[in-house]
């Protein structure tokens, strides 16, 4: 149980183009779902936050009109990044907590590997 | 505000020897700890977690972890490493959101 699946696993684009990343989960409802940005060789930092049907809460020096954020579905968020540049290239991993369960334990997606040329 | 340190960065040790990772935390309130395993080219996987009740926690593949309040400590532990245990090691902090440590490349030489 508690599987977060992502995609696309890896994306190829164009500076200037936008982004779609998916994360869903697939045996339980998300209401908060995390959306954390990790660069090589260095640690998850935590981007934004979003609760189902409502706005994102980003963190500080995260753009918001970048780094679009939609949650509406208890199953499905994601993560546009629009105007894409080289230094966005990274990788993107979500996460989702299991109220039902747990309120303090997230389960993460396998991430997405993001490159702009 | 919420903050995790882990003190060695970068740990290569031999199969068969004993491991430690340092993690210290600094949070006032109540908090839950976790660490996480990310191998080579997978996603992040949970080894172990605290919440309440004893201080030493037991994790997937042989792992423990023992916290400490007074010392905001929340160190991982395996008595004895494998090859297969080379990977990226992060302790994560949650009292409210989830704050990962530096992250401790383990490289474990067969």
């Known amino acids: 149980g508690a599987v977060v699946s992502q995609h696309p696993s890896r994306v190829i684009c164009k500076s200037g183009t936008s982004v779609k990343i998916e994360c869903r989960s697939l045996d339980f409802q998300a209401t908060t779902m995390f959306w954390y940005r990790q660069f090589p060789k260095q640690s998850l930092m935590l981007m934004a936050t979003s609760n189902e049907g409502s706005k994102a809460t980003y963190e500080q020096g995260v753009e918001k009109d970048k780094f679009l954020i939609n949650h509406a579905s208890l199953t499905l968020s994601t993560l546009t990044v629009t105007s894409a540049h080289p230094e966005d290239s990274s990788f993107y991993i979500c996460?989702?907590?299991?109220?039902?369960?747990?309120?303090?334990?997230?389960?993460f997606g396998p991430g997405t590997r993001l490159t702009v040329l | 505000a919420q903050s995790v340190s882990q003190h060695n960065h970068h740990v290569i040790l031999s199969e068969a020897a004993s491991l430690e990772l340092g993690c210290n935390y600094s949070y006032g309130g109540t908090v839950n700890l976790f660490w996480y395993v990310q191998y080579p080219g997978q996603h992040l996987q949970l080894l172990l977690k605290y919440f309440s009740g004893d201080p030493l926690v037991k994790g997937i593949k042989g792992f423990e972890a023992e916290f400490i309040k007074s010392k905001f400590s929340f160190n991982l532990r395996k008595p004895s490493v494998q090859w297969s245990d080379t990977a990226e090691y992060f302790c994560a902090v949650n009292g409210g959101k989830l704050i990962f440590g530096q992250g401790t490349t383990l490289q474990v030489k067969p």
């Open positions: 996460s989702a907590r299991d109220a039902g369960t747990s309120l303090y334990e997230q389960f």
